[in-house]
């Protein structure tokens, strides 16, 4: 038996074989191998899949280190019973493996230590708390190489952590042109063999998405959608047709530890699939996935109904023109999982009101969306910027925002686990008791204090311990904060906007007058040592 | 037989009469005046009022030209039976009477003119159109006499044509300074005498009211309010207390036709009085107001049914601190009356979010609510310009959202009367038919396209000959609109901001591509003559 390979941990093991190249090997050949940790016992089954000219692969993604044992199982007898080992050593530092519902992964104090925000939290699947950062580059991977290249030179130095992208290449608005390459054998003139892939086109999705693991940047692939010419056809395929193609993205794509799965943009603009379809569709995806990445749908207007089990969190396009973010509130309550606004309006110039933001108002969605404890994606619609459009094409960022992004990251990242919105029904409807509307004689709670006081600001907080109040578009000379009886505190004043972080001097007790003055301020309060 | 006295028609008519000032005379003498039009015979019947030191008064506003006679009715003997004539002349320039709902006033061809827009607008009682714009100076009567003149000069050179005023004074943040002057005969050391006025109290109203009349003001007055001291007791008065105060003022107030009646601001921070209490003060209202004004009642947080037959408009304060006079469309729809947003939010930089807007911000509201079909009212609440808060005490405006409402005024008074919201609906939630998401087949409408069209932004439209589109904080670098075939337009770019119109060169037909830019557009489109 050969020497064994080592890979780290978390990282992608491919099998690589050869076999018949008869008939129609997608379709006709099945393939899997079993691997099994010598230690624990532990197995598992991974589907493979065919890559033309009697090419097979086999991908795998070890999450425990120790020696791992293979052997494969085929309907063709040259790819039946290959065997080998492995030996996955630890994984290098910024190697954390999948991301996932912290709910899924933590246990004991780690748990503890999020509260009640477990349900609505990722991390890593190591326990690294991972905030999703979001930007949106469409059809990136359908663009000439060199705008490939340049994206890719983008994201290195943007404070991303995941992109939204398609599979299929886009039809629309700015965005009209015919790709190179297709992901099926044939062509728009003569059409497309739903039943053949072309390998060319997924190996350079394969590369990609290996370059964005490279970059820490979680893959929320998008396996349908509805920007389709009539020549192209990928959105009106069969069920059969859509079952076949999703089945080979989950064997080719999941043991790539920075994928997850977005069944369709817009969902909802593909009429023609019920949503029996989408919930067979994720059974597909669930069944061919041997790594359980993390699955959602978006809507463009009916929100998909995330209670159904499949989905692992929201990913949600905002409904109201008006109230975007803040209706994470309403989302964590409806759904109880991790709630991503994918699409809360991108800064840009387009000429409707999904892209044409400025940078102050996009960056106001995201904080008003962080701060009611959910996620908020970006996008950028420039179209007098160049030939790209970051939102479908890639290249590069025009906008204000990212480097606001950058900043607010650094703010998050400091967030407690725990830091939990104050009264996330406010947002909803200002529904708060107010002091002199209560029946005569009626003691005020602390509950109803806390309420009172933030009635028109959203608050993260910890405890005693430390607090996060956004201001937005308001813009108050000052503000005084009650501050927990018993303890000193320190203040932050956090221009979003100009980023910069300014702390008062001195501790403070009792209660603390805050200058503010502008607009896009927050106010951090920390618990002295 | 004395020479006939002649008053303009709307103008205010006044009977003093000398009678017994033995035991109280606020509450023991009854006393009224029939005024009957000679040519028509139309009869009413006007309830008059003490002013101490044995002098009463009726006061009647006629709203028919020609020769009017007059008798009193009075349990005195000494005021019993007085009887005069007056000759009511033609209207001076500018006095167009009462504001009442145009429903209620106008018929034929002039009611048509509004189409089903007369459900939600305001009209004088002579058929001048009316909207709105009104201003919040709660305690400015209250002020040193000074100070009141000096907001009286700065309302001279104001876009308002209302403001929301209390009677009593208020007591609130940066406003807690006792008035000269009080409502009832007492004083805060000894208490007050809820059963007699204070005629200097109400002779300094008299006179700021019939100011606000000359300047075209409606003084929407607050005849309740919670921002009371125990010292003064005003919002804890007994509900018979209340009683005799309502019936005062409606006696008083009634013949100036500039006047409205709000029961209370924030209704609902006076939890001692219950909704029948409300029901039963408007019906004391109506019964002593002789002239019919409009009425209405402001909330904090629970919306107060609008619905309820004496309330001819709704007076709302919003509830929502993100989706603001948005409301309005659902406003209109839930209410079917018109729809005065009176506190959106306002001017400033206090420290709470009520009162903390960047004029920007608030000018966006005002069109925002304007878009879809209400009515919007300013305050301004900075707490670092002087001594006065023009929202407590008037004096002085600094703000930018003044010069705004008087360029939007502008805009407003030429749209066409029956200029109506495209699709209010979309503002609730963007539900609107999706070409791509209608069945294989579908011919889309031309609603629906009118829907798809404007999804993102409102629209006021009067058939197809005007079109007024409100960009708000998106900033398209351009839009394409679609004009209506068969017709040449003319089109203007608005910008709401920086107040300019600027009308594109030439006519244009099929449709039109506008360059726009920058936030705070507009675009007017306008059917060539």
Redesign the interface.
Known sequence: MAETTHIERYGLYEIDLTGTSLGNPYADVELSATFTHTGSGKAVTVGGFYRGDGRYAIRFMPDETGDWRYVTASDDPALDGASGALTVDPASEGNHGRVLRAADVLAGEARAAYGDEIAYRFCYEDGTPYQPYGTTCYAWTNQAPDVQDRTVETLKHAPFNKIRMCVFPKSYDFNTADPAMFAYEGSMEDGFDHSRFNEAFFENLDRRIAQLQDLGIEADVILLH?YDKPEWGFSKMTKAEDGFYLSYMARRYGAYRNVWWSLANEY??L??KTLEDWRDYARIVMANDAFGHLRSVHN??PIYDYNEPWCTHCSIQR?????TT?CIADWRRVYGKPVVCDEPGYEG??????G???GE?LMRRFW?GAMRGGYVTHGETF??KGEQVWWAHGGELHGDAPARIAFMRGIFDQAPLDATPLDAR???????P?A?????GTVLTPASEKAIQY???PVLRSGDDWQLTYFG????????FPLPAGGRYEVDVIDTWNMTVETLPGTHEGSVRVDL?R?WMAVRIRRAA
């Open positions: 509805p909802d603009l009429p023609h463009c207007i409904v109201d023109v008006t109230r803040e110039n387009i000429y409707w009101g999904w044409n933001l400025t108002e008003e179209i007098d406010m947002d909803a409807r200002r529904v708060w107010v002199s509307a209560l029946p005569e009635w028109d600001v578009w308001y813009r108050p000379a000052y503000r005084e003055g607009q």
